[in-house]
């Protein structure tokens, strides 16, 4: 591996290690905590999957996992806007492994932030046990269920999309979560390059294509995936990572 390129992947994680792990403390802590003032006052026994999904940890996702996006979108912007990636464009080694540091230092972030949200679920089941237990302690009934953790994640479609069980979900699932770090990318430099047209086209096309597509997740959980949506999806993404590549040869960022 070319010396600058270490050089940027290091200085991709190095100077934003906090923040990535900022994200992932606040979805591994919050979702727990908003989950036991959802539920705390609740008295009819329910399931985990249910309880979770009726608490307002499945928006919190929404909003880290957005929050995410526009944290990479504003830090392309602001290494334009300093003036930084013009230097680091001059660089030995091709201005091309620039991206390729972005993406994999970007990559890193949005999995630290699955990491988190998967933890924060985690941490959420044993807050459901201790609101069972209090509520047979109340009700005076054994509100024993069979379906632990396991099942929960295995029989519920937003649990299956951030855990897969099958090769085909975790496809899925890794090219959603790949898309983020590459539009973001591409997005972020043409707002800088002040390019609108092509790229707006792109990034609005690849926006749409990544709903449906985890729309389709959610929705045809257990059956046959779309796959026509997730080959539109990486063709978008391989054109989205091309178009960067180019903004980055021709120095238009």
């Not at 999995?111 to 988190?116: D, N």
Request: contains cysteine; aromatic residues 14%.
């Amino acid at each position: 591996m070319a010396k600058p390129f270490v050089s940027l992947l290091r200085r991709e994680f190095s100077g934003r290690v906090w923040q990535m792990w900022g994200f992932f403390l606040a979805a591994a802590l919050i979702q727990p905590l908003v989950f036991w003032f959802q539920i705390k006052d609740q008295y009819q026994p329910k399931r985990f999957e249910e309880v979770y999904m009726d608490s307002a940890a499945p928006v919190l996702l929404a909003v880290f996992f957005a929050g995410i996006v526009g944290w990479m979108v504003w830090m392309c912007l602001r290494d334009c806007g300093n003036g930084s990636i013009c230097t680091l464009m001059t660089l030995p080694g091709g201005r091309g492994q620039l991206f390729w540091s972005k993406l994999l230092g970007y990559a890193g972030a949005v999995f630290l932030l699955l990491a988190g949200v998967l933890a924060g679920v985690l941490l959420c089941y044993p807050v459901y046990l201790s609101w069972q237990a209090e509520l047979a302690q109340r009700t005076h009934a054994d509100l024993t269920l069979n379906a632990g953790l396991w099942l929960a994640l295995n029989q519920t479609p937003l649990f299956r999309l951030l855990c897969p069980m099958t090769f085909r979900e975790m496809a899925a699932s890794l090219l959603l979560l790949i898309t983020l770090p590459v539009w973001a990318c591409t997005t972020g430099w043409r707002i800088a390059g002040r390019r609108w047209v092509r790229g707006g086209v792109l990034s609005l096309s690849a926006a749409v294509c990544w709903a449906l597509v985890f729309r389709g997740r959610l929705t045809d959980f257990g059956g046959l995936l779309d796959i026509s949506s997730l080959i539109v999806l990486a063709v978008l993404v391989i054109l989205m990572a091309a178009d960067c590549l180019w903004l980055l040869h021709r120095g238009e960022i």
